[in-house]
């Protein structure tokens, strides 16, 4: 489903830093218009299913919660969700029940530490796995009432190309993209940069490297992506920094407590940190209400 690049031979060879012909530009540069009120929105994706996306999310929203800001993580990985898992939260409702109109989205959320507010995706139902463009718009429209109650709100989205993905970053100022160094994800993470910066050229892209040996490999590797960037679409990500492969995330997965709660000191603990302090999360605001954009986006 993704739009695969002529890349592997691209990605392959690493680019030394520095614009092509002075031409691209960095997305932080880009960032622009007047801002709405209501929450910031940040989304997470990455093409590739894996890749850290709901580790991010997960430990992003329960730092910027611990720090005073009201925050609210919405698990897009519709039918799939696990962010509710990494959180040792128990949601009642989801995602689905507000599609339904079962409940209202206010009333779907789930409270966790320090206010964290979430609402969880579900699983395993099928119409939130394949919605269609017209329960999408319902959906959106029904969560539209969040964005005056939270100052930020995560966004953390599943594998591939999805309408409500889609929808998503035709409607964000702001993307994190969490990719692996391996060629796999380089590619998707590449399409989905692709296909943001197409949509919304207004958009502002921030790129995590997680799961890497070491910062040699993180670092060639965005410079790998930093590169096809560059010469593809004249404009560049900005680099938020990389997170160690590291054991103490996959026992705090199965302890389920994120990893800068229950081991802050390990090394993907304060590499997330990264993450939770870039400054592209205070400047995460469209010139319209994120919902309203989507829903835009879907017609
Ligand atoms: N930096 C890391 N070091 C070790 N394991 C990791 C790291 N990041 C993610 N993982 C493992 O990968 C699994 C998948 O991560 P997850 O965030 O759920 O991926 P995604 O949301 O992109 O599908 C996690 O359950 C965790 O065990
Ligand atoms: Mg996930």
Same mark, same amino acid.
């Given at each position: 489903m993704l739009n695969r690049l002529p890349l592997s031979r691209l990605l392959?060879?690493?680019?030394? *830093?520095?614009?092509?012909?002075?031409?691209?530009?960095?997305d932080r540069a880009r960032r622009g218009g007047s801002p709405q009120t209501g929450a910031r929105v940040v989304c997470i994706a990455s093409g590739k299913g894996g890749t850290g996306k709901s580790?991010?999310?997960?430990?992003?929203?329960? +730092?910027?919660?611990?720090?005073? @800001?009201?925050? !609210? !993580?919405?698990?897009?990985?519709? *039918? =799939?969700?696990?962010?509710?898992? !990494?959180? *040792? =939260?128990?949601?009642?409702?989801d995602l689905g029940h507000v599609l339904d109109g079962d409940v209202s989205a206010r009333n779907a959320l789930v409270k966790g530490p320090h206010g964290l507010s979430l609402l969880s995706g579900g699983v395993g139902r099928q119409t939130l796995i394949n919605p269609t463009r017209r329960q999408l718009d319902r959906l959106f429209k029904a969560l539209t009432p969040l964005e005056e109650d939270f100052d930020l709100i995560v966004i953390d989205h599943g594998a591939g190309l999805g309408y409500s993905t889609l929808a998503h970053l035709a409607a964000t100022s702001t993307l994190i993209l969490v990719t692996n160094p391996e060629l796999t994800a380089l590619s998707d993470a590449y399409a989905i940069y692709k296909r943001a910066v197409t949509v919304n050229p207004s958009i502002s892209v921030g790129v995590v490297i997680n799961r890497a040996e070491d910062e040699g490999l993180a670092k060639a590797a965005w410079g790998r992506f930093r590169g096809a960037s560059i010469?593809?679409?004249?404009? @560049?990500? @900005?680099?938020? *920094? #990389?997170?160690?492969?590291?054991?103490?995330?996959?026992?705090?997965?199965? +302890?389920?407590?994120?990893?800068?709660?229950? #081991?802050p000191d390990s090394p993907a603990a304060k590499a997330l940190q990264t993450v939770v302090t870039w400054s592209g999360l205070d400047l995460a605001r469209g010139s319209q209400p994120f919902f309203q954009r989507a829903r835009k986006a879907l017609r």
């Open positions: 392959s060879r690493r680019r030394s *830093g520095g614009a092509v012909d002075g031409q691209s530009s960095s580790v991010v999310a997960s430990n992003l929203a329960i +730092q910027r919660a611990r720090m005073g @800001e009201r925050v !609210l !993580l919405v698990d897009f990985d519709a *039918g =799939m969700a696990n962010a509710h898992l !990494l959180l *040792g =939260m128990t949601p009642v409702h010469r593809f679409l004249s404009r @560049e990500p @900005e680099y938020i *920094g #990389w997170v160690p492969a590291d054991p103490a995330i996959t026992q705090s997965v199965q +302890q389920r407590s994120p990893v800068t709660v229950s #081991w």
